[in-house]
């Protein structure tokens, strides 16, 4: 079955950005968990053990555009997965963190909504003093 996604107004999605590109499967990736709505794999540069990003399916650009834009099916499915695969991963009970940067001050870097899922190891103060 095909997924209906809405036409976005005011923002644009750069179809070229790096999580579009691994959608696509013109570049690889360390795959971890698929379902109809995310996909699930490695971040090439783990800031703690186990250090894990679940991207929607869908084009949004951040976690402003998926909450405001996205379908309830998308953001059920899209977070089903992220509780899926920490429990997947045995992080349930150790313990893990979930976290996503919207926009300039929290400093996102891929302009296609992600979520972090850090783990495998105590993971210090929620945000940097530095
Ligand atoms: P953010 O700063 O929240 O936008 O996070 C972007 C994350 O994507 C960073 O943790 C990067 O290490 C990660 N990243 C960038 N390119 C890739 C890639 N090709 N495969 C996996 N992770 C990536």
Redesign the pocket.
Same mark, same amino acid.
């Given at each position: 079955e095909k997924i209906k996604y809405k036409k976005k107004k005011n923002m644009t999605y750069d179809d070229d950005n +790096? @999580?579009a *590109? +691994?959608l696509r499967e013109e +570049?690889?990736? *360390?795959k971890i968990y698929e379902n109809k709505y995310a996909l699930a @794999? #490695?971040?090439? /540069?783990?800031?703690s053990k186990i #250090?894990i990003?679940v991207i929607p399916k869908g084009k949004y650009i951040s976690f402003a555009d998926f909450s405001e834009n996205a379908l309830p099916k998308e953001i059920n499915g899209f977070m089903k997965a992220v509780g899926k695969i920490a429990k997947n991963q045995n992080l349930v009970e150790s313990g893990y963190r979930i976290? &996503? /940067?919207h926009g300039q001050n &929290?400093?996102?870097?891929? &302009?296609h909504f #992600?979520i #972090?899922i850090f783990g495998g190891e105590p993971l210090g103060p929620m945000i940097s003093k530095t």
């Open positions: +790096i @999580f *590109k +691994i +570049i690889p990736c *360390k @794999f #490695h971040d090439v /540069n783990p800031q #250090h990003l976290l &996503a /940067n &929290a400093g996102q870097e891929v &302009a #992600h #972090h």
